[in-house]
């Protein structure tokens, strides 16, 4: 709420300091020589607060929402990952076409709604409708840029995007194939044209590798003696050694043996003079076998799903498939958490055991002195 004291300066003049409070805000102050536009002003400056339109600094008034895109795009996303800095130079070139040319000031709580529902209603160059997950991505950069204005370069003193309600995002998917699946899809894995095919879908399988991370592995990645993977990229920006075993470990023996030696890549692409080493490109094989293979709503990923099943359902912990997936918190795991009946059967069973045992043995023994009485 706004208060206004009257003072009295040297020469004994009357001022009006206008004090506005608001929790959850910073506190607002001004002072005013007529007490109608001290009144005037705090009305106007409560409204504007409400709405998440007052910034205290002049330097929201100097700059629009372009000037801190390109600022953004030159100092802060080069630090980012491949990955990251592709998709998020496509997110902010959205943002700068739409509000580029608004001072920061003027990007207000309701003017961000109303991008994100034009997000959500609209289609993307490919004519598809974007899923809630995608404008949440959308709206996740324009909220660390504020972020960064606000802390580091003093552009502005709050982020509208605190005000700003994220569409709901779908519970995570669990797609994994089943026993019978699973053959018709290594079978026709096996009768690729593509060489590769068959040791990645296995390699996926066996240690729930994304598809990028087994594509860009090199042979210096790979400790055959030791029989483990280290990915040197990874989503999280971690480091994460994966153990080799099995049939996979068996693959890439036999794979090394054949390996070529004009490129460091583990899956290599044809080669071609004059280009740089790359990793092969499998997605047109994997289609295929896909087809082949008779398999409905399966995409690559899913062998990633279906290897974080197969560990559920063999009794492994939430925390112990997190760390073999390389997640660093419980959350994405724990939509597996049905499959692991069995794992949480026994827990239960075994706390049973312990409380009721000596429940049922003190019974016992009641009963026997009740006996001998």
Not at 211 to 219: I, V, Y
Request: with cysteine; aromatic share 8%.
């Amino acid at each position: 709420m706004a208060t206004i004291l009257n003072r009295k300066d040297k020469s004994g003049k009357v001022h009006h300091a206008v004090q506005i409070r608001m929790k959850g805000h910073a506190p607002a102050f001004a002072s005013f020589e007529r007490l109608t536009d001290a009144r005037k002003w705090a009305v106007q400056t409560e409204a504007a607060i409400r709405e998440g339109r007052y910034f205290t600094t002049s330097e929201s008034q100097k700059h629009t929402l372009g000037e801190a895109i390109d600022r953004y795009v030159r100092d802060v996303l080069p630090h980012k990952k491949p990955s990251s800095i592709y998709s998020q130079t496509i997110q902010l070139t959205w943002w700068k076409e739409r509000l580029g040319c608004f001072v920061l000031a003027d990007i207000t709580p309701p003017v961000i709604a109303e991008s994100r529902d034009a997000l959500l209603n609209g289609e993307t160059h490919l004519h598809a409708k974007r899923s809630n997950s995608t404008v949440v991505r959308y709206m996740a950069v324009l909220s660390h840029l504020f972020t960064v204005a606000m802390k580091e370069w003093g552009w502005v003193d709050d982020s509208p995007m605190r005000r700003v309600s994220k569409p709901k995002e779908p519970r995570g998917r669990v797609r994994f194939l089943s026993d019978d699946e699973r053959a018709r899809l290594l079978i026709a894995c096996k009768e690729s044209r593509c060489p590769y095919l068959y040791p990645v879908v296995v390699l996926a399988l066996s240690t729930g590798m994304r598809k990028m991370e087994m594509l860009s592995l090199t042979w210096a990645d790979v400790d055959l003696g030791r029989a483990v993977i280290t990915l040197q990229e990874t989503k999280n920006g971690e480091r994460r050694a994966v153990p080799l075993v099995g049939h996979a470990f068996d693959l890439l023996q036999d794979l090394a043996k054949t390996r070529r030696i004009d490129t460091p890549m583990l899956f290599p692409a044809p080669f071609r003079h004059g280009y740089a080493p790359k990793h092969c490109d499998i997605q047109s094989a994997w289609d295929w076998a896909v087809k082949r293979a008779e398999l409905t709503d399966f995409r690559f990923h899913d062998l990633r799903h279906s290897a974080a099943s197969y560990l559920a359902m063999n009794g492994a912990s939430l925390a112990e498939i997190a760390e073999v997936l390389g997640h660093k918190t419980l959350q994405m795991v724990k939509r597996y958490a049905h499959l692991s009946h069995a794992h949480t059967s026994r827990v239960v069973a075994s706390m049973n055991a312990a409380i009721f045992a000596k429940t049922k043995e003190a019974q016992c023994s009641e009963e026997s002195t009740d006996g001998r009485k």
